[in-house]
């Protein structure tokens, strides 16, 4: 099975930037918590949650909106992508960030150094994978580069096997796309083998656990933190 190739961010990275930038896509429905609407909640969340101000963008997509916001917060945030386009615009549209972000597929092994980074965003990203490299390669980097203690935020496209949908976003005809679907609790037990265990919402108003939400095409996603054991 074809996943969604890199080919299609490199046609569509100003519309996907300028999507991301506009909130456009952004926004959550049928959410499993009431306090969850958005990237937002989930960005200002894992900050607060975060024992530093360091933290990389593991997938960073086009423009590179996030590591662009939590600079201008006052935070040390990275950002990789593997598609060229993608961090060559982020570069294009916020030239002060323009060092933080570079070309690094999350197929590989990361280009950090272990205990690099408090928190950690993958959002979206390994839909575009097959689960043995995203188990046996992207996990297990995500959380050495992090700090003990450090947390994980993990976001995908929730379900068995894969997925094609008509996305409507890119153009004036839909366009097929297809993605692989992950168990919750499959990768739970691979990031509890490497050390990280979920992070549970504090109070009935407060973001954890396992949440859910669609998007506009309609999906249905989950996303989670992950804290690194600081032993």
């Known amino acids: 099975m074809k996943f969604d190739s890199l080919d299609?961010?490199?046609?569509?990275?100003?519309?996907?930037s300028n999507l991301s930038h506009e909130f456009t896509h952004s926004l959550y429905t049928d959410s499993s918590r009431t306090g969850?609407?958005?990237?937002?909640?989930?960005?200002?969340?894992?900050?607060?949650?975060?024992p530093g101000r360091r933290g990389l963008d593991a997938g960073c997509g086009a423009g590179a909106r996030d590591v662009h916001l939590l600079n201008a917060w006052g935070y040390q945030a990275y950002g990789v992508d593997a598609v060229e386009e993608n961090v060559s615009l982020a570069k294009s549209l916020h030239p002060e960030i323009a060092d933080l972000i570079q070309v690094v597929d999350l197929r590989e092994p990361l280009p950090?150094?272990?205990?690099s980074f408090d928190f950690v965003t993958c959002n979206a990203?390994?839909?575009h994978m097959a689960p043995e490299t995203t188990e046996q390669t992207t996990l297990p980097e995500l959380a050495r580069v992090l700090v003990p203690d450090g947390v994980l935020q993990l976001m995908f496209k929730v379900g068995f096997g894969?997925?094609?949908?008509?996305d409507k976003a890119y153009g004036s005809q839909s366009v097929a796309r297809t993605f692989q679907l992950y168990s919750e609790y499959r990768l739970l037990e691979v990031l509890k083998e490497l050390g990280c265990t979920l992070v549970e919402a504090s109070g009935k108003e407060e973001l954890g656990g396992l949440m859910y939400f669609?998007?506009?095409?309609?999906?249905?996603?989950?996303?989670?933190w992950v804290r690194k054991s600081d032993s």
């Open 8 to 16: 299609f961010y490199q046609e569509h990275a100003r519309r996907y």
């Open 36 to 50: 969850l609407t958005g990237d937002m909640d989930l960005l200002k969340t894992i900050v607060k949650l975060a």
């Open 112 to 115: 950090f150094d272990d205990d």
């Open 125 to 127: 990203v390994i839909q």
């Open 162 to 166: 894969v997925a094609t949908v008509e």
């Open 214 to 224: 669609n998007d506009i095409k309609p999906m249905r996603y989950c996303v989670f």
